[in-house]
């Protein structure tokens, strides 16, 4: 069974992320840090381009797509950290972890803390359903897509509901972005290391 690698906060907490090789560990395996920034790149794409050039639009939502089937499968059978039962928890312990990181004695967590893991699922979770709404979107109203046979049948006016439901995702998966990169500033600050860099590389330090 895994568990959850959790550091408490101690005397190493206030060390800054220069840590030597010896003494760091890899996270991230290289997997997770693709599908990461692919996702990123994909889905703005699509959300710049919108449908000023369709062809892109769709297409980068065609990989978005592609990429949450992948990490859904490598969550259950993927590297320690990259499986959903390393970092999924309950909502009264992310409530708890976030009332401990606002009063920045949250622990330090190797792999996603509480609240992060509930971010990915909450992302995971918005992002496809904006893609599968675009989907059908795009075969209500182009005829195109694996989608087009089952939308064919539909009335007009279910085109303008797919195409508001889109939008409203869309926006909704940018405010989780947004709130994303909030938090992992606020827990880069906090626990004084760059997880961003840690998502490029794959290593994060071994200490608290």
């Known amino acids: 069974m895994t568990t959850q690698t959790a550091v408490q906060p101690g005397a190493d907490s206030l060390k800054t992320d220069t840590a030597t090789p010896s003494t760091r560990v890899r996270v991230w395996d290289p997997l997770v840090r693709i599908f990461h920034w692919s996702l990123a790149a994909g889905f703005a794409t699509a959300f710049i381009v919108e449908d000023d050039l369709l062809g892109v639009h769709v297409w980068a939502g065609y990989l978005v797509l592609i990429l949450i089937a992948i990490r859904l499968v490598w ?29 920045f004695r949250a622990p330090r967590y190797l792999g996603h803390n509480p609240a992060g893991g509930a971010m990915v699922i909450a992302l995971l979770l918005s992002v496809a359903a904006t893609g599968l709404t675009g989907m059908a979107l795009y075969g209500a109203e182009e005829f195109s897509g694996p989608l087009a046979g089952l939308m064919s049948g539909l009335p007009a006016a279910s085109g303008e509901v797919l195409e508001e439901a889109h939008e409203l995702l869309a926006n909704f998966t940018l405010a989780l972005i947004v709130l994303h990169i909030l938090g992992v500033v606020f827990s880069s600050l906090s626990h004084r290391e760059n997880l961003i860099g840690s998502m490029i590389s794959g290593f994060k330090r071994r200490g608290g």
Not at 78 to 97: K, S
């Open 75 to 103: 969550g259950v059978i993927g590297t320690e950290h990259a499986r959903f039962g390393d970092f999924v928890r309950g909502p009264g312990q992310v409530l708890a972890y976030i009332k401990d990181a606002l009063r």
